[in-house]
């Protein structure tokens, strides 16, 4: 119902517009007939000329009173869920209080002015509001009636549809997953493909939603939350694994290196500047820079407490619009296109935080060769299932960019065979 009232606003300005300017117009025009009769008009040249003559008095202009309820109405979304919108200066709103005694028996009032109306659009326009107030007056009474934009905590909407359209269906996930045992409830999360191999292995990649205002950045509560939502949730994967229960292509630590596959985390947050409906507007915000990583060793990519997090602004009214769509290919672009995008932006920051080496150690030496530069390589080396069912295994090594490369990996030449390698 909102989007329809953003729509109309968005698309009748120029009514708007022209609609006062007539009125005022209309109330400068000079009424003669009363000029003539009431006034001594002076004689200038042979011609009378009337110093002060009679304008016609159009008190009650009954299409402007639909028109600034109208626009008292959109002031009012604007201020309660952060719309950017110019409400039309030629119009003369009500003020707090006359606003509020109309709400209060707004579709008693709508009713009552139905019958001057007769263009099309003025018509739809009171349509439009007669159904909002009567589903707004719905609620208050408690009757049953969902309207999802009419909810007063906004961040709950938001988070609700996100989560339907990204994440996986609640019942599909283990237990303990989305509702964790200490309390803690996950936004979202989804099993998707890792950030090491495009075609290989699948994580959970988990996320927060938040609609923020213009100008709010994420605080570090957040930060801290949804990195004790991910250990959470690497240790239910873990306890899986222990279990023998964590099926493929989930994979989350390797056995052989004891290296942890990098735990994906976003935030998303909304944000209106235009209404636009029709574009995701996706990005990653400002801020992100500052949330990357949460660690133990600078250097140790595949260590289990190495949690990687990015955070994205998204258009709201694009969400909208896609949640109530009835086309369920519609939703179906938008979550595998949303997820590419977290990963591909993720794998971009890998790729430019770290310099990745494949490490295939000669035939029949490669548990010999874990072994031996065990020390070395704890944390930084892992082995992706491509890498184990290949017909000879070899190791995903990460160094830090900033750093030099270690000097002990050209030692590594006499025993394996070493290549560049870049995620994808």
Not at 272 to 294: E, I, M, P, Q, Y
Request: proline fraction near 5%; hydrophobic fraction near 35%; glycine fraction near 4%.
């Amino acid at each position: 119902m909102v989007q329809s009232l953003l729509r109309f606003y968005q698309e009748n300005q120029s009514l708007f517009t022209f609609i006062r300017r007539y009125n005022t117009s209309q109330q400068r025009r000079t009424d003669w007939g009363r000029t003539v009769s009431q006034q001594q008009p002076l004689i200038q040249a042979g011609k009378p000329v009337y110093a002060n003559p009679i304008t016609k008095q159009k008190t009650a202009h009954y299409d402007e009173e639909l028109l600034v309820l109208f626009m008292n109405t959109m002031q009012q979304l604007s201020q309660q869920y952060g719309f950017r919108l110019t409400i039309n200066p030629l119009y003369t709103l009500l003020t707090e209080t006359e606003f509020k005694r109309f709400q209060a028996s707004a579709t008693r009032r709508l009713k009552q002015i139905r019958s001057r109306y007769f263009s099309d659009k003025l018509v739809r326009l009171w349509q439009l509001l007669h159904l909002y107030y009567a589903h707004q007056e719905q609620m208050r009474s408690q009757r049953a009636f969902r309207e999802i934009l009419i909810v007063r905590d906004f961040n709950i909407v938001f988070e609700d549809m996100i989560d339907a359209l990204l994440s996986d269906p609640k019942p599909t996930l283990p237990a303990a997953f989305k509702d964790q045992p200490d309390g803690k409830r996950v936004d979202h999360i989804y099993a998707y493909t890792g950030l090491l191999e495009p075609q290989g292995d699948s994580i959970y990649h988990i996320g927060d939603s938040k609609y923020y205002t213009a100008g709010n950045t994420i605080g570090p509560e957040s930060v801290f939350k949804q990195f004790t939502y991910a250990r959470n949730v690497i240790q239910l994967n873990i306890d899986l694994l222990n279990e023998g229960k964590l099926a493929p292509p989930l994979r989350y630590r390797d056995e052989v290196t004891e290296g942890y596959a990098p735990t994906p985390n976003f935030f998303i947050s909304a944000f209106v500047n235009d209404l636009n409906f029709g574009t995701d507007g996706l990005a990653l915000r400002d801020d992100t820079d500052k949330l990357r990583t949460n660690r133990h060793f600078a250097d140790r990519l595949f260590d289990r407490d190495t949690l990687l997090l990015q955070a994205y602004n998204i258009n709201f009214l694009y969400v909208l619009a896609t949640y109530v769509s009835p086309d369920a290919a519609q939703q179906n672009r938008f979550r595998e296109s949303t997820r590419q995008r977290f990963r591909t932006e993720m794998v971009t920051y890998l790729n430019k935080s770290y310099s990745f080496w494949k490490i295939t150690p000669h035939p029949s030496t490669f548990d010999s060769f874990v072994t031996k530069h065990f020390r070395q390589l704890i944390g930084r080396m892992y082995r992706p299932a491509a890498f184990e069912t290949a017909p000879e295994q070899s190791l995903l090594i990460a160094f830090p960019n900033q750093n030099n490369t270690p000097a002990f990996l050209s030692a590594f030449e006499k025993e394996a065979t070493l290549s560049i390698f870049t995620l994808s």
